[in-house]
């Protein structure tokens, strides 16, 4: 008898046969005494489709105004499958009734395709629930003060559904996916590897913004930051599995530490081929010289991933990070642009063809070594290393996308991930 | 210089390559110095695909919760085109922002499905065009006192760019569509078909309510009621034809009588094979029994066309009406669970194999004998006549449906509509 909130990825609203399915399950919960609130994305394809259709129209253009548009347009395919979803639970004989992202109303900022989710009013949906309503809200989407619908950027419902269960308190916020948990790392890059039953807060963190992709890094942000419990499972099993079994299935995202009996060093291995390194070469070694490279990427809202300064040679030094792929083109343009002529770099160059690899656990905290030992494994596999950057709970390096497959799985085997911990 | 708004029918928004077409056209009306508003429809098909996933989910239901969540549904197609068609304008270099029916907003009553519409707020419509900006707005959808989602019911958008219109006090409102205006009668049935260059607000009334099709015959009474000026135009001219061609092609919905020159006795011949005509047989005629019989009928939602009820015999009468073919079973089920037993009528019959034809004309008003005309034409062709209605600029027949088309070729031939009128 508790509040749940469930969120359904694309693919388990994928057809109508699945969201009878999903509503099926969602009755399962509702039966055993649940107020359930459900947050589905739009179906599979669907956000591809609609996107696609504007990039007919505006091949390039990126402007604010397109922006907006954008959003207009691919808000609708979870307004769709919140609405198909209601019908089905309806079909099923419970009361479900299915709002929109404005209609609850989930406010954002104005960053159109990228928003973010500042407050959620939930007043209406605490009456549905009351009245004994299944609720069904929008993810990915919201409304920014001047009343215009704004969307999260992909994988934005996991953010949407984890804000909700935040905003109204929670028992869990389980996320439903094509996935049975989260693993050690990629089962299509090492077969080896496992599934975690319990994984930290921290780790999933570094796990998600470094490729890991069972949830969009946000909803991790969000779960820690208001310490929702996460649960991340399969939306495979048969929707009238056991519910107490169910329960227990997947991956729970843990905030205690002392959770754990015995803390592996490393929890997985992560890698990320979306991204391309970027090197502005020479630029003058001093105060704010970070900033004047930096701050037209970030007003032209790209996001840095890595960034890496090394101490100078004769007052002038070398400036490196990267960016997402797709951001490669316009991130190179702008440094030509207006970073060259301002800073007195000597030039601009660049790979896209990069891949970042990490080990990431909160195990490294308290273990020396652990770094090291990832840079010999790589050595002895004759992969050479480009870039490194550590943190307290993971070490990245960035290599030639070529070795990727070959580096996550020496380090999976060198860190004993194929193992079950004790 | 003026305020024009242009509708835009599924067709015209069909793919990216028409809504491209759309943009030029309308580009070339702001360049011209217009303030441009437009209500495009759905992509075409996708108002139908949208409601088959729904049906799949949920085949028969009518619940007001289901109807709720079809809206829901539904109102995206029109989110998607407004969205693209602003992307489209953006592209051809003009500042354009859209906006779904609840961001204008377009207040309506809460008939999920077959809203229809209180208020439009043009504030913030008009600061756009203050500013220089195409406006784009959802048609066939709008937002109930409880911020539900609604929509207006098939061809709503043409409701819609008049309801926009009226509210905005626009220069004139063309309903830009497949047909290149208002014909004597459908030109697939009579290919002597002539196009009405004018045609006057009652006819057009008359018209559109018995099947023409043209507009949606709410947006007929819409433009009625407000004086909106309403040309129905081609939308497959070359989106380049000179501008005040355009402006003088199609059909246009007059309010003043003496602009015709000379009045046609009869200006066409509608049809309509979408109703079931049902009978109560043996209703006691007594005050009330209508109101008794129908009242039921109207709670359900359900539009009633024709009502005929004629003399009684021992104080019983038989009582009839037509319906839309789809509601047929459910109100032949309504009148047997609701009416039989609270009227003692004997029996419910009905046939949804009907068809109705009528002759329209304002001459009608100062010429006699049209309707036993009609009716001679009708035997001629050995035609039996089931229903009978008529009104002051018309007269309805419900005939066989198999005998439709030989019907309305004989009377658009023997009201010589297949002539040039002086």
Redesign the interface.
């Known amino acids: 008898m508790a509040l749940i909130v469930h969120k359904y990825g694309g693919t388990s609203m994928g057809s109508?046969e699945r969201?009878?399915n999903v509503a099926k399950r969602v009755a399962k919960w509702a039966r055993a005494g649940h107020q359930m609130v459900v947050v589905p994305s739009a179906m599979s394809g669907e956000t591809n489709r609609?996107l696609g259709?504007?990039k007919?129209?505006?091949p390039a253009?990126t402007?604010p105004?397109?922006l907006?548009?954008?959003d207009?347009?691919a808000?609708?395919g979870e307004?769709?499958s919140?609405?198909?979803l209601?019908?089905?639970l309806?079909?099923e004989g419970l009361?479900?009734?299915?709002y929109?992202g404005?209609?609850v109303p989930v406010r954002t900022d104005s960053s159109f395709t990228k928003a973010r989710i500042q407050s959620i009013d939930d007043a209406r949906v605490r009456a549905d629930l009351a009245a004994g309503r299944v609720v069904i809200i929008a993810g990915f989407q919201g409304l920014d003060e001047n009343?215009?619908?704004t969307t999260l950027g992909r994988g934005g419902s996991d953010t949407s559904a984890v804000a909700v269960a935040a905003a109204m308190k929670a028992h869990e916020c389980l996320i439903y996916t094509d996935v049975d948990g989260v693993y050690t790392t990629d089962p299509r890059i090492v077969p080896e590897a496992r599934r975690l039953a319990t994984v930290s807060f921290e780790e999933m963190l570094e796990m998600a913004s470094l490729g890991s992709k069972v949830l969009q890094i946000r909803s991790v942000e969000f779960a820690g930051k208001y310490r929702v419990p996460l649960r991340v499972l399969s939306s495979f099993t048969p929707w009238d599995i056991d519910i107490a079994e169910e329960a227990r299935s997947g991956t729970l995202i843990t905030f205690e530490e002392d959770e754990k009996m015995e803390q592996a060093v490393v929890a997985g291995i992560a890698f990320n081929r979306d991204e391309a390194k970027i090197t502005v070469l020479g630029v003058p070694d001093k105060p704010g010289i970070a900033f004047q490279i930096l701050g037209p990427v970030a007003e032209a809202n790209i996001d840095i991933d890595v960034i890496i300064q090394n101490v100078s040679h004769d007052g002038k030094t070398d400036f490196s990070f990267t960016v997402h792929r797709n951001d490669y083109a316009r991130t190179i343009e702008l440094l030509n642009t207006k970073v060259v002529p301002q800073t007195a770099a000597t030039n601009v160059v660049g790979d896209p063809k990069i891949c970042k690899v990490s080990i990431v656990g909160i195990g490294m905290r308290s273990h020396v070594g652990v770094a090291s030992k990832m840079f010999r494994v790589l050595a002895d596999e004759g992969i050479n290393i480009q870039m490194i950057t550590t943190s307290e709970i993971k070490t990245s390096v960035v290599i030639d996308e070529k070795y990727m497959e070959l580096a996550v799985r020496a380090l999976h085997k060198a860190f004993d991930l194929d193992q079950p911990t004790g």
Chains 1, 2 share one sequence.
């Open positions: 109508t969201i009878r609609l259709l504007a007919e129209l505006s253009s402007t105004a397109l907006r548009e954008l207009m347009i808000s609708t307004q769709v919140v609405g198909l209601a019908i089905a309806q079909a009361e479900a009734v299915s929109t404005w209609q009343d215009n619908i």
